[in-house]
């Protein structure tokens, strides 16, 4: 799965040609997450709470770049990098 950003040890990616409704996944150290794009919502999954804020914080702010990594996705076209939550 491309990665399409890492801050803090939180590893962001998205897969090609995934299934709906749009989301990305989410690595910190032991745990796995699947995030709805749209909602801000873990769709699967868990991470700690501290982790689980900086990322429903880092998608709010970067939701139209990951809806349009989605699109890009289901073309097989390359994923553009977004920027880390700082």
């Given at each position: 799965?491309?990665?399409?950003?890492?801050?803090?040890?939180?590893?962001?990616?998205?897969?090609?040609?995934e299934?709906?409704?749009?989301?990305?996944?989410?690595?910190?150290?032991?745990?796995?997450?699947?995030?709805?794009?749209?909602?801000?919502?873990?769709?699967?999954?868990?991470?700690?709470?501290r982790?689980?804020?900086?990322?429903?914080?880092?998608?709010?702010?970067?939701?139209?770049?990951?809806?349009?990594?989605?699109?890009?996705?289901?073309?097989?076209?390359?994923?553009?990098?977004?920027?880390?939550?700082?």
């Amino acid at each position: 799965m491309p990665e399409i950003s890492l801050f803090y040890g939180i590893r962001i990616t998205m897969n090609w040609n995934e299934h709906n409704p749009p989301h990305f996944h989410v690595r910190y150290a032991d745990f796995e997450a699947s995030v709805l794009i749209l909602d801000g919502t873990i769709d699967k999954g868990y991470l700690p709470n501290r982790q689980m804020k900086m990322v429903l914080a880092w998608c709010e702010i970067h939701r139209d770049a990951l809806m349009q990594n989605w699109e890009l996705s289901k073309q097989s076209k390359p994923l553009g990098k977004i920027a880390p939550l700082i």
